[in-house]
């Protein structure tokens, strides 16, 4: 089992930026696969980035050169630095982890951007 906690999500203003943080807990040694993922009121869990066991990653478009996924394995933490934050980012974000064939989430950290 892996519990994920994530934190960091506030309200702050176009242009601002924020670094989400989640804390992985429990068989974090069988972990292979992290992202983060998030959902806006009304509208489906997409997801954001990615970051593979050798530290490839990949974003959605409309985050790609805004935001960055990073890990630091030795802590069991991911990270999401979100830079230049639109409206359309608000959302709650959630962090995921693939491991042992099954697929675990946080609770979810609310993320609001509004002048």
């Known amino acids: 089992q892996v519990q994920l906690v994530e934190t960091g999500g506030d309200l702050v203003h176009p242009g601002g930026s924020l670094r989400l943080t989640c804390a992985a807990s429990?068989?974090?040694?069988?972990?292979?696969?992290m992202a983060w993922y998030r959902q806006a009121p009304g509208k489906q869990r997409e997801l954001v980035a990615l970051?593979?066991?050798?530290?490839?990653?990949n974003y959605a478009d409309s985050v790609r050169g805004r935001f960055t996924i990073s890990r630091n394995s030795a802590r069991n933490r991911w990270y999401l630095q979100m830079n230049s934050l639109i409206p359309e980012d608000t959302a709650v974000y959630y962090c995921?982890?693939?491991?042992?064939?099954?697929?675990?989430w946080g609770q979810g950290t609310q993320v609001t951007v509004s002048s």
């Open positions: 995921n982890a693939q491991a042992r064939g099954r697929t675990y």
């Open positions: 429990g068989s974090t040694a069988s972990i292979y696969g």
């Open positions: 970051i593979t066991p050798n530290t490839d990653t």
